[in-house]
């Protein structure tokens, strides 16, 4: 029980401390949760679990050949999530499963009615079974020659996960404020919701194309005369959660080690290392790699939209590109002659106003 007591007070510690953030951190989550997990494991032991640098976004197309000039434009939006939806869970242990379910319940309606206090409505929660599991522990056999540890049944385990929307991120200390009024510390993760992506993506697929035309109107204003043959895109999307990057706050000088002096025998030494304090910071996608970023002032981690358009062309000189168009020109006039004059000698009658399909290549 002692060890459960320093466990919780500890998560309740962590738990207030994350309060006007949203990293997504789970105080005292298994790793194998869904979410994000920054703090802590399945055994209540606290870690601080690597995560990669990140980087810039993946924005090459298909490849489309090497034989023509691609135009490209790399279009990226900063969008405000509409909702948010913060993960809290729950365990709860008994000796029956009756007593179990009752404590939960008794759990669960005290958080509820803090919900209710701070204007967080029930119909925006969700409460989410995960599991019923037996609990077991050793009982001890002495014998005159031995002893024996026996496994027996010590009662049951219940977790459930409590799921509560909210549109103002804001809300979030008031959140954790109510659970942890209800003894509720374990806050697994924060998922951010952006409606509408269909028009987000066609907002940047506008924009890309106003890139692609201004590039195209510099080789025109070269003399070169550009001839679209196929293109590609890529888009995408970046969450908060998955740009959060660790550091740790401490310059170590290593000590200085008197040289071993010639027939002395020096004493082995052993450094034993403090324990650095690590923390994490919001890594956006960077700017650089983009031609425009919409909404690039924004203050609060936002969900990243990116898009990439890439136009491959033929260039033709001016001169070049008028005499192809003569000679096609001049090669259709000649076939619907020649089709006319098929016509006549089949017997039938061809004027001006006779229509003559020629299919072109």
């Known amino acids: ?30 790793p194998n949760s869904s979410g994000n997990q920054i703090y802590g494991d399945a055994y209540g032991n606290q870690s601080f679990l690597q995560h990669n ?39 709860q242990v008994g000796e029956t499963i009756e007593e179990t379910d009752s404590l939960m319940d008794v759990r669960l309606n005290n958080v509820f009615e803090e919900l209710l206090k701070v204007g967080i409505s029930l119909k925006n929660t969700h409460v989410d079974f995960i599991s ?24 049951f385990e219940m977790k459930k996960n409590i799921h509560v929307l909210f549109t ?26 952006v409606s509408n992506m269909d028009n987000i993506y066609a907002q940047l697929r506008q924009k890309a194309e106003e890139i692609i035309n201004e590039k195209v109107k510099s080789y025109t204003n070269m ?37 071993k002096k010639m027939g002395i025998k020096e004493k ?3 450094i034993n290392y403090a324990e650095k304090n690590k923390t994490v910071y919001y890594e956006k996608v960077p700017y650089g790699q983009f031609d425009v970023v919409l909404n690039s002032d924004m203050v609060e981690p936002t969900v990243q939209f990116y898009l990439n358009l890439t136009v491959n062309y033929k260039i033709v000189l001016a001169e070049v590109a008028k005499r192809e168009k003569e000679d096609r ?11 006319q004059q098929k016509i006549k000698n089949a017997g039938g009658s061809v004027n001006n106003n006779t229509t003559v399909m020629v299919r072109t290549k």
Do not use: W
């Open 1 to 30: 029980m002692k060890r459960t007591f320093i466990s919780g007070l500890f998560c309740l510690t962590s738990f207030i401390g994350i309060h006007a953030q949203s990293a997504g951190n789970a105080v005292v989550a298994s």
């Open 132 to 155: 019923m599991v037996p609990r077991y522990e050793f009982e001890s056999t002495e014998k005159v020659y031995s002893k024996t540890f026996n496994e027996i049944p010590s009662g």
């Open 268 to 270: 082995p030494v052993e």
């Open 168 to 193: 103002e991120h804001d809300r979030l200390n008031d959140l954790i404020s109510a659970a942890a009024k209800a003894e509720i510390y374990d806050l697994v993760k924060i998922d951010y919701n």
């Open 329 to 339: 020109e001049l090669d259709l006039q000649l076939r619907r002659a020649e089709i």
């Open 223 to 259: 003399g070169f005369t550009l001839e679209a043959q196929q293109y590609a895109t890529a888009q995408g999307s970046v969450y908060p959660m998955e740009r959060y990057v660790q550091y740790t706050a401490a310059h170590t000088v290593a000590p200085k080690l008197k040289s």
């Open 53 to 91: 640098a990140p980087k810039g976004v993946n924005l090459t197309p298909v490849s489309m050949g090497h034989s023509l000039t691609p135009i490209k434009a790399d279009v990226m939006i900063n969008m405000k999530a509409t909702s948010y939806v913060a993960v809290l869970s729950i365990t």
